[in-house]
């Protein structure tokens, strides 16, 4: 009985040291700064900027 538990306890660790690591790519990577589109681009005329905002 000793042997199992210890049998158990040895697929325990390996599969909780999986799950750690594999969370890694769990979620997807956050949006880069310059990827964000939030507002309107620099250099835009009145009238384009106007557009922008209705």
């Known amino acids: 009985m000793?042997?199992?538990?210890?049998y158990l306890y040895k697929i325990c660790?390996?599969?909780i040291v999986f799950n750690i690591l594999s969370c890694?790519?769990?979620?997807?990577?956050?949006?880069?700064e310059e990827e964000l589109l939030d507002g309107p681009l620099e250099g835009l005329t009145y009238a384009e900027s106007i557009q922008f905002l209705t």
Do not use: M
């Open 13 to 15: 660790i390996v599969c």
């Open 24 to 32: 890694e790519n769990f979620e997807p990577r956050g949006i880069l």
């Open 2 to 6: 000793k042997i199992r538990k210890h």
